[in-house]
């Protein structure tokens, strides 16, 4: 392990110099997010037609759909989160990244429109879509005109007061939208398989080792014995290719995009065994793929067993193709609590990468530039980009 790298990740001013908007601040207060976010929406009961919805389709996009995801791995996973008498969801949960909503969205649909800002485009459409089909509406926002919509339409919402998210990054406040997501939930019949009181213990749990993932993974553990300072290091200036299966899946998104809006950095988040059936042969070419890849694991204990047996397996194929590969390895017996581990495990990640990169990690440039861009361009201006791209292509 290079020393200049590891003596720079346990140099406290080289975060000073280098993270000026709070960042890290985010990252340490994510057991405070969660206690807050979870106190706060836990409390807020949902009108009883929404009672057992027929489906969950959530509407949001980027930063702000990341808890989702972890809902929808955790508690989705079948022999996996209903395994042991865990809870499990009862009806399918679907997450929609786009302006329009499903034909099957209908009256007994139970629609949640996240937005962290409540300025983002596509969810607001989408929410305006769901009000002409009926839906059952509910909203978890921080303000913008989401909240000013939800209010008008009277509609349940959890809108909260991001006090421990000094960045204001929203994918640094996922836990706000996660446990305001779950809060929301946990209160109305036909979701979970378990009743609200056990689901409550669990989630209580969960935020604890939230705190005692902070202490293992935070900057006041050296390098040489804290793994997420010890994984920076190997991925520093290497592509990340992310692994995951079950629980975890909503974890290998999570940080994925982490590493892309903090670290600046390519990643990309696979599920095995799906990628058993392609991705392998996929790494032949280019011939210096070994050269800029790293591939990391997200290992479980609580694998399907046929799932398990193939991390060391598809871990012997890369190392073959010369593509270093690297575990985190997961030994809580619970699934939520490995969820919420791996999620604070990332955020200090990706937060070392940017120290790595010298870089400001609050800074999105190329997203701000592309949202102005947006913002400005007329429709005259988009079908010219359509027909232009069209000869190009023809």
């Known amino acids: ?39 706060e929406a836990s409390r807020i009961k949902l009108p009883p037609e929404y009672s057992n919805p027929t489906n969950i389709v959530v509407a949001a996009m980027g930063g702000s ?24 969801l009862r009806i399918p949960l679907e997450i929609i990244n786009h302006y329009q909503l499903p034909a099957y969205v209908g009256k007994n649909t139970l629609v949640i429109i996240i937005s962290y800002s409540g300025s983002t485009e596509e969810p607001l459409a989408a929410a305006k879509e769901a009000k002409k089909r009926q839906a059952k509406i509910a909203g978890v926002t921080a303000g913008g005109e989401l909240k ?7 509609l349940p919402a959890y809108i909260f007061n991001p006090l421990h998210n000094p960045s204001g990054q929203p994918r640094l406040g ?30 209580q749990d969960a935020i604890r080792a939230t705190e005692e993932a902070v202490k293992k993974y935070g900057p006041a553990i050296p390098a040489s014995k804290n793994p997420a300072k010890q994984l ?9 290719l992310i692994f995951a299966s079950e629980h975890l899946l909503g974890n290998a998104h999570i940080l994925a995009n982490q590493i892309h809006e903090s670290a600046k950095q390519f990643a990309a988040w696979f599920a095995i065994p799906e990628m058993n059936h392609h991705l392998m042969e996929g790494l032949t070419f280019p011939k210096l793929n070994h050269r800029y890849l790293t591939a990391i694991f997200l290992e479980s204990s609580l694998y399907h067993p046929r ?22 390895a997961l030994q809580s017996q619970e699934h939520f609590n490995q969820a919420i581990e791996t999620l604070t ?50």
Request: glycine content about 8%; overall charge positive.
């Open 174 to 203: 996922t836990s706000y939208l996660l446990m305001g997501t779950l809060g929301l939930l946990i209160n109305l019949p036909g979701i979970f398989t378990t009743p609200s009181k056990k689901l409550a213990t669990l989630i």
């Open 65 to 88: 759909g990341l808890g989702a995801h972890l809902i929808k791995s955790v508690f989705s996973a079948k022999g996996g989160s209903a395994a042991g008498g865990e809870p499990s």
């Open 1 to 39: 392990m290079p020393k200049s790298k590891t003596a720079s990740l346990d140099n406290s001013a080289n975060f000073k110099k280098y993270d000026p908007h709070h960042v890290l601040e985010s990252v340490l207060a994510l057991p405070k997010q969660c206690t807050q976010a979870w106190s």
């Open 148 to 154: 000013t919509w939800l209010k008008q339409n009277n």
């Open 307 to 328: 799932v398990a047996t193939r991390y060391p397996i598809t871990k012997d194929v890369l190392q073959k193709q010369k593509v270093p590969a690297f575990s985190f």
């Open 345 to 394: 495990f990332g955020g200090f990640l990706s937060f070392y990468l940017t120290m790595l990169n010298h870089i400001d990690p609050s800074k999105i440039p190329w997203v701000d530039y592309f949202k102005k861009r947006l913002a400005n361009g007329s429709v005259a201006e988009c079908a010219f980009m359509t027909k232009s791209l069209g000869s190009e292509r023809g």
């Open 232 to 240: 920076a290091t190997k991925l520093h200036e290497r592509g990340a």
